[in-house]
Structures are given as C-alpha cells and as structure tokens.
C-alpha cells in the first residue's frame, strides 16, 4: 500500500518532502566523495626485467620443442612486490617500487624470450600454446632478492630441470645463481642489479638447456 502524505508522493512512493530532503544530502555528499576517492595512495614505481640474447655455441637444436611452464616459488617470491633481505632470518619489501607482473610470471616469460632470441630451437612456449613438446625446463626461484646484510648485492638463484615430456625422466638438472653488486641505494640501482644478475642466470640457463636437449 502506497503511503501518502502532504506535498503528495513521486513514482517511489515516498513523500516528495523526504525526497527533497535525500537529494539535497546526495549533493552535499557527492563533493566529499569526490575529494576522498582523489586521495589514494600513490603509485608505485613499476619496473621490469630484460630477456638475455645469450651467445650459443655448439649444434643447434632445430627440431626441439621446449615447453617452459610457470616456475615455482615460496610465497614471499610469489608476488610483485621487490624482496630485500635485512638479515639471515629477515626480509621486507622495497617502498614504493613493485615489479610489473607476478616474479614467476615474469621469470617465465624473460626465458621463454631469451629462448626465442637464442634462434636455435624449433619452438618454445608456455603451457596453452599448443606445441608439440619433447622436453620441459622446470625451474624453481629460490632467490631474487637484494641482500643487504653485508654491503647491498643483488641475488638471483634458480633450480632448473630439463624433464623428457616423453618418458617423463629428468635429463639434467643443475642451480644456478649469480649476484651483482648495486651501484647506489635507491630502487633503479637496486632493480638494475637484479637485472644484471637475471641476465646472466637466464643466459647460463640457455646454454645449458640447449645442450643437454
């Protein structure tokens, strides 16, 4: 039953005094809305990694195809965030500087490119994609970090296992690892650094790959 009252009722239903009174609060309101939705945190600083073009050697590898699924990693890796360790047993996250994808999903897809820049394979590429695979490099971060216990150094350490999809055996499997001094304090120097030593892990990781396939 639809209530009346003096000053008469809109399609709603509700009296238009009560109706006026809501609008001039939704005004008043909206101004407000506004400056607080402007106010946000700031954003971080994004960044990203380089895929290597490492310098191959030997036969190429022509009729492979390498398959290159997401690597592993514990949770404090899992993430965009910039790990950086401040003592053996402790670790935070760099302010305001964030990677610019999942680590694992980036690591992925900087190999999966340095792959390709390598021109010695017949196909490589992430799980989806539709290759007929012969071998899979599974690899697993165990650091990619700034460690700044003894002196700031970026340290990039990955497990790698080339698995024959065929049979399912592992063919190889080695770590590999590398750090790089940074030149300066702030979030470039540190993310340059950490650059440079993924550089070279994925390079070695390349070759290495190659060869054993």
């Known amino acids: 039953m639809m209530i009346k009252a003096e000053g008469g009722t809109g399609m709603t239903g509700f009296p238009y005094g009560m109706r006026r009174r809501a ?76 990677w610019s994808d999942r680590l694992p999903r980036m690591v992925q897809s900087k190999l999966v490119q340095a792959f390709e820049n390598s021109g010695r394979l017949g196909g490589v590429g992430k799980p989806g994609q539709g290759l007929a695979i012969d071998f899979q490099l599974v690899t697993d971060i165990r650091a990619f970090e700034i460690d700044s216990t003894g002196g700031a150094r970026a340290v990039v350490e990955i497990s790698a296992k080339v698995l024959n999809d065929r049979n399912g055996t592992i063919k190889a499997q080695k770590v590999f690892s590398a750090t790089m001094p940074t030149n300066g304090s702030g979030s470039e120097a540190y993310v340059k650094a950490l650059d440079g030593a993924f550089g070279t892990v994925s390079a070695e990781i390349v070759n290495w790959t190659l060869k054993a396939i």
């Open 23 to 98: 609008a001039i609060g939704l005004a008043l309101a909206l101004p407000l809305m506004i400056v607080v939705s402007g106010c946000g945190a700031a954003k971080n600083d994004t960044f990203d990694l380089s895929a290597a073009t490492p310098a191959v050697a030997g036969p190429s590898a022509g009729k492979r195809q390498l398959l290159v699924p997401d690597p592993t990693a514990l949770k404090a890796l899992d993430s965009e965030q910039i790990l950086v360790r401040v003592s053996p047993s402790e670790i935070q996250y760099l302010s305001a500087s964030q």
